[in-house]
Every structure is written in structure tokens, then in C-alpha cells.
Nanobody, 118 residues
Framework: QVQLVESGGGLVQPGGSLRLSCAVS????????MGWYRQAPGKQRELVAD???????NYADSVKGRFTISRDNANNTVYLQMNSLRPEDTAVYFC????????????WGQGTQVTVSS
């Protein structure tokens, strides 16, 4: 019933920007900690950024200063603004929604491909 749908991925040159969107349906966005994860070929899925219901943010060291996570509770949408993109940012990016300490409430989108290449 709770569904997350990512969009906004694509091919971009190094140094370029993309904005990913995650549309949530079936529940109010405000209930959840929202996160963006990514998985590159041959690597484990890793946390990129997350944002709490209170607005606190957390970023992986590799993206600090370049990426910004934000949420629009009124429109049930989470964003990831990605600037100064590098080839090593190439991955499938996944949206995640969870309730802290309640493991049953943990949802994932299907992912969107981001490719950074000349």
C-alpha cells in the first residue's frame, strides 16, 4: 500500500547537476525518516543522505557539500539535489521510508539510474 516512486535520474556530464524526486503514496510523508541510498556496480548499497521528521539531515562524507536532501510533506515528496557530480556518483539511487525502531515500517522504491560520464 505504501509506495515510493523515484524519478529524475539520467545521464549527466561530470560537474553537472540532477534533482531526484521520490513521490510517496499510501501514507503521510511526515510519519517517516526519509533517505536516499545508492548502489554502484560491484558495491554494496550505501546511505547517501537522510532527513528526519524534524528536519535533521545526515550525509555520507563523499557527498557532503555537493548533495542536499529535502522534504515537502504537503506534497508527499522527497528530493535529492545533486551538484558537482562525479563519475563515482554513478549508481542506482533508491528512496527509503522508515519509522525509527519499528522495522515493519521500512519501504523502498524501485530505484532510478544516475550515470555521470563524458
Amino acid at each position: 500500500q505504501v509506495q515510493l516512486v523515484e524519478s529524475g535520474g539520467g545521464l549527466v556530464q561530470p560537474g553537472g547537476s540532477l534533482r531526484l524526486s521520490c513521490a510517496v503514496s499510501g501514507s503521510a510523508l511526515s510519519y517517516y525518516v526519509m533517505g536516499w541510498y545508492r548502489q554502484a556496480p560491484g558495491k554494496q548499497r550505501e546511505l547517501v543522505a537522510d532527513i528526519s521528521s524534524g528536519g535533521s539531515t545526515n550525509y555520507a562524507d563523499s557527498v557532503k557539500g555537493r548533495f542536499t536532501i529535502s522534504r515537502d510533506n504537503a506534497n508527499n515528496t522527497v528530493y535529492l539535489q545533486m551538484n558537482s557530480l562525479r563519475p563515482e556518483d554513478t549508481a542506482v539511487y533508491f528512496c527509503n521510508a522508515r519509522i525509527v525502531h519499528v522495522m515493519r515500517y521500512n519501504y523502498w522504491g524501485q530505484g532510478t539510474q544516475v550515470t555521470v560520464s563524458s
